[in-house]
């Protein structure tokens, strides 16, 4: 069972906290933002739940916490009316820059989104060409990375595990490819998308292609622990907490 608050902080954390990845990943983004001649701060702010802004430019796309340094705003009443956005492409109120807002919405994010919906809901015949499939797993880890920290705060099964989680960093990633940290401070997680420096455990994967089998379910967890392809190393609790809200995670962005 599903809670509309907790997925739009899956939405928000996860979904389109991609965007900066895929800015920076994908060279049809890069085509999209070079049509960018101004810079353009969007924000989506929901009532009583997150509240982030997207600053877009023609190099890429930074996400900031709150509205600070937004010249573009639209509210969403409620959580459901922002899973709208991202579930069915309802905008919602436009409360700053509307004629801005619109344009950019319509336009270049709109492009955005779609491209990466592409790359996270792939064809089985996109993945046949290694560069999209090794791109559709990096997009994919990055969104489930940042969802993991959505959900720790929001989503009432998933904050039990996390309120039972040490301190401290907990390294995620794939082998000589790509990491991210999960910094977990008094049951609150932060994704970072950056190595961690000293983390107290670590999830590793050995290679691509078993995470991308781990993300898409083809794989099993387990056997592939027991064959030695997932690295386990320090507090394992903490790993194992997050591995809890990994279930979470898998429920909520099906």
Same mark, same amino acid.
């Given at each position: 069972?599903?809670?509309?608050?907790?997925?739009?902080?899956?939405?928000m954390y996860g979904v389109?906290?991609?965007?900066?990845?895929?800015?920076?990943?994908?060279?049809?983004?890069?085509?999209?933002?070079?049509?960018?001649?101004?810079?353009?701060?969007?924000?989506?702010?929901?009532?009583?739940?997150?509240?982030?802004?997207?600053?877009?430019?023609?190099?890429?796309?930074?996400?900031?916490?709150?509205?600070?340094?937004?010249?573009?705003?639209?509210?969403?009443?409620? !959580?459901?009316?922002?899973? *709208?956005? +991202?579930? $069915?492409s309802k905008p919602g109120?436009?409360?700053? %820059?509307?004629?801005?807002?619109?344009?950019?919405?319509?336009?270049?994010?709109?492009?955005?989104?779609?491209?990466?919906?592409?790359?996270?809901?792939?064809?089985?015949?996109?993945?046949?060409d290694r560069a999209f499939?090794?791109?559709?797993?990096?997009?994919?880890?990055?969104?489930?990375?940042?969802?993991?920290?959505?959900?720790?705060?929001?989503?009432?099964?998933?904050?039990?595990?996390?309120?039972?989680?040490?301190?401290?960093?907990?390294?995620?990633?794939?082998?000589?490819?790509?990491?991210?940290?999960?910094?977990?401070?008094?049951?609150?997680?932060?994704?970072?998308?950056? !190595?961690?420096?000293?983390? *107290?455990? +670590?999830? $590793?994967?050995?290679?691509?292609?078993?995470?991308? %089998?781990?993300?898409?379910?083809?794989?099993?967890?387990?056997?592939?622990?027991?064959?030695?392809?997932?690295?386990?190393?320090?507090?394992?609790?903490?790993?194992?907490?997050?591995?809890?809200?990994?279930?979470?995670?898998?429920?909520?962005?099906?």
């Open positions: 069972m599903t809670e509309q608050k907790a997925l739009a902080y899956a939405n389109l906290g991609a965007l900066e990845d895929l800015c920076r990943l994908d060279g049809k983004a890069k085509e999209i933002l070079k049509g960018i001649k101004k810079p353009v701060a969007l924000c989506f702010e929901v009532k009583g739940g997150p509240c982030r802004t997207f600053h877009f430019d023609a190099e890429g796309c930074k996400i900031t916490e709150g509205s600070k340094g937004a010249d573009c705003k639209m509210y969403f009443s409620s !959580p459901e009316k922002f899973n *709208r956005l +991202v579930n $069915e109120l436009p409360v700053k %820059g509307a004629v801005r807002l619109i344009s950019f919405l319509t336009g270049p994010f709109t492009r955005l989104t779609d491209r990466l919906a592409e790359l996270l809901r792939p064809s089985e015949e996109s993945l046949r499939f090794e791109e559709s797993t990096l997009l994919t880890m990055y969104t489930v990375a940042g969802a993991i920290s959505g959900l720790a705060n929001s989503d009432s099964i998933a904050m039990i595990s996390a309120a039972n989680t040490a301190d401290g960093d907990v390294a995620l990633g794939i082998k000589d490819t790509a990491q991210v940290t999960v910094r977990v401070k008094n049951g609150r997680f932060a994704t970072i998308k950056a !190595p961690a420096e000293n983390p *107290r455990a +670590v999830m $590793e994967f050995s290679d691509i292609d078993l995470a991308n %089998g781990l993300f898409s379910g083809k794989v099993s967890t387990i056997n592939e622990m027991c064959k030695g392809n997932i690295r386990l190393a320090g507090m394992l609790s903490m790993v194992d907490n997050i591995n809890r809200i990994l279930d979470r995670v898998s429920l909520y962005l099906a």
